[in-house]
């Protein structure tokens, strides 16, 4: 029985599921969910990363560790994190960098925060025996300060979305059409009366997820000191829109098509993440990928680059263009630091604390 197969049979006994039920099955699920089984990235597989793009990014990354490092006094004793690693090009390229920074490798424990099998096997061809495994960030041990990097780890969460219909909200939600297929529907929600107020035709999305992992970063780096660096597409600011999506073969796909076959993502919701890692105690700021990339003197390792290796100027010119360009990854791409108060990660010294609005 393929995962289509599974979950129409469970629809047509229960009842149709929320989208984030969905898309928790379509990329967990431990027999056919696409990052248990199948996680396929890179110029050949589903989508490429920014880590992908160019060693410039990661190189970056570990700058901002090493410096918030430095900005925190130097501590003894140090978590470098990253949650959901991919195949570990970013920590390859961050472990890299950091090297540079006298004390820190010997002051720091590195953790990978991974779920997928798949993915362990490839981030372990990769990556230093000294780099250890949990599967969820309460494993990692507390009592230190945290350095945690994600890139394209809260589009990966699973989100529910609602229709401001002409009579109210409804929840979207999959079930089985006459022929039996998957398809979308409308289902009444009690979560109506919280929800913001709209015009028919809008579309809401909610992560839980999203919102608990702000929460839970900002109890740790309240709690420990530290600092998260969030890198990922979706909105700065308070919106409506419908961006659930499905990747195969760096093509969009209809995401009830394959279930379990291809990537599924929604935008992240950094105005919920930060105001729940704000809740906790934290302090929270937020950039464009473009403008944390060039705080943190992208133009100035590009030239270096160049330099070095003259024959890789117009390569390094695309590289450059897709992680900072208006129309590729410079804008969409957002860059959110969650923070211990009593100091400012580097990029974020005068960076928005809180976002305007904008749509989605």
């Not at 659930?244 to 950094?270: C, M, N, S, W």
């Not at 990660?345 to 609005?357: Q, R, S, V």
């Amino acid at each position: 029985m393929s995962l289509r197969e599974r979950l129409a049979a469970q629809i047509a006994a229960g009842g149709p599921i929320s989208v984030a039920q969905y898309m928790t099955a379509c990329l967990h699920d431990p027999e056919f969910g696409y990052y248990a089984t199948r996680p396929a990235l890179g110029e050949g597989g589903d989508f490429i990363t920014a880590p992908m793009v160019s060693q410039m990014f990661g190189e970056l990354v570990g700058v901002w560790a090493a410096s918030s490092w430095e900005l925190m006094g130097r501590p003894d004793e140090l978590r470098l994190v990253e949650m959901g690693p991919g195949d570990g090009t970013l920590m390859s390229d961050v472990l890299r960098t950091v090297r540079h920074a006298a004390g820190f490798l010997e002051a720091a424990d590195f953790w990978l925060v991974e779920t997928s099998a798949p993915l362990r096997a490839l981030q372990r061809e990769r990556l230093p025996q000294d780099v250890r495994w949990a599967a969820s960030l309460d494993e990692v041990p507390g009592g230190a300060p945290l350095i945690l990097v994600a890139n394209e780890l809260l589009d990966c969460l699973p989100a529910r979305q609602f229709v401001r219909t002409a009579i109210g909200w409804a929840e979207q939600v999959v079930g089985l059409d006459a022929d039996g297929e998957l398809a979308f529907g409308l289902a009444p929600t009690p979560a109506a009366a919280l929800l913001p107020d709209a015009a028919p035709g809008q579309v809401y999305e909610q992560s839980a997820a999203q919102g608990a992992l702000g929460a839970e970063l900002g109890r740790r780096v309240a709690a420990d000191g530290g600092a998260a660096l969030l890198i990922d597409y979706g909105r700065a600011g308070p919106g409506f829109g419908d961006t659930l999506q499905a990747l195969r073969r760096h093509e969009k796909v209809d995401p009830l098509a394959t279930p379990g076959e291809a990537d599924l993502t929604i935008h992240a919701d950094f105005p919920a993440v930060m105001a729940a890692a704000r809740g906790e105690g934290a302090a929270a700021a937020i950039l464009t990928q473009a403008d944390f990339l060039a705080r943190m003197g992208i133009g100035a390792r590009a030239e270096a680059l160049v330099r070095a290796a003259p024959n890789r100027t117009a390569m390094i010119g695309r590289q450059l263009t897709r992680l900072l360009g208006a129309d590729e990854m410079g804008e969409l791409f957002k860059a959110c630091a969650i923070h211990s108060p009593d100091w400012t990660p580097p990029a974020f010294e005068d960076a928005p604390k809180d976002a305007p609005e904008e749509g989605a």
